[in-house]
Nanobody
């Protein structure tokens, strides 16, 4: 069974930064893609950023220029550097991976508030 474990969430002031990390563990060859989604109260889960095995990156328009997704050479970890955070970024952030099926982390809370 493949598991995704997240870390790095917390409380930060507007304009601050956080770095989220996600590590995949278990018996598998390679995740075809990894990324981050988020879900705010009363809203559906939405894509934040993804990165493919080939290194192609996609970002939600709302985070372009502020967030950076990265994936290590082993393709087993993914990070999300979040800069210039806004209150609207407050949500539970979920690590996501695809291995013929979707895999989700447990979620980590990010709260942006003064």
């Amino acid at each position: 069974q493949v598991q995704l474990v997240e870390s790095g969430g917390g409380l930060v002031q507007p304009g601050g930064s956080l770095r989220l990390s996600c590590a995949a563990s278990g018996s598998f060859f390679e995740l075809s893609a990894m990324g981050w989604y988020r879900q705010a109260p009363g809203k559906q889960r939405e894509l934040v950023a993804t990165v493919s095995t080939g290194g192609s990156k996609n970002y939600a328009d709302s985070v372009k220029g502020r967030f950076t997704i990265s994936r290590d050479g082993a393709k087993n970890t993914v990070a999300l550097q979040m800069n210039s955070l806004k209150p609207e970024d407050t949500a539970v952030y979920y690590c996501w991976g695809n291995l013929r099926y979707d895999i989700w982390g447990q979620g980590t809370q990010v709260t942006v508030s003064s």
